[in-house]
Nanobody, 123 residues
Framework: VQLQASGGGLVQAGGSLRLSCACS????????MAWFRQAPGKEREFVAS????????DYAENVQGRFTIARDRADTTVYLQMNNLKPEDTAVYYC?????????????????WGQGTQVTVSS
């Protein structure tokens, strides 16, 4: 399984970005997908996840209400719409795929990872 993330960049605080992650296999449409992020010197942390059919969505508390995760099962792509960005959102963002249709937040639930895309929010 290969994941290709895109959409990162430099934005001012209060701005928006939309990340995309395309999965190379049709089977991804049957699996939960998620976004994680890792800031310099910090551990990788959960951001958001979506179940196989989009029916269940989960968000970290610090992005709730600002970020929206969605998926297009037709082309096995997951998106992360990020609004009202803050400098503390600066990180490398990674997409990931689970082997399950619905799963929890832990990194161990996601065996497949993309290469990451940099998001930088200036104050």
């Amino acid at each position: 399984v290969q994941l290709q993330a895109s959409g990162g960049g430099l934005v001012q605080a209060g701005g928006s970005l939309r990340l995309s992650c395309a999965c190379s296999r049709r089977t991804c449409s049957n699996n939960a997908m998620a976004w994680f992020r890792q800031a310099p010197g910090k551990e990788r942390e959960f951001v958001a996840s979506v179940s196989w059919n989009g029916g269940n969505r989960d968000y970290a508390e610090n992005v709730q209400g600002r970020f929206t995760i969605a998926r297009d099962r037709a082309d096995t792509t997951v998106y992360l719409q990020m609004n009202n960005l803050k400098p503390e959102d600066t990180a490398v963002y990674y997409c990931a795929v689970s082997r399950r249709s619905v799963t929890g937040r832990g990194l161990a639930n996601f065996p497949y990872w993309g290469q990451g895309t940099q998001v930088t929010v200036s104050s």
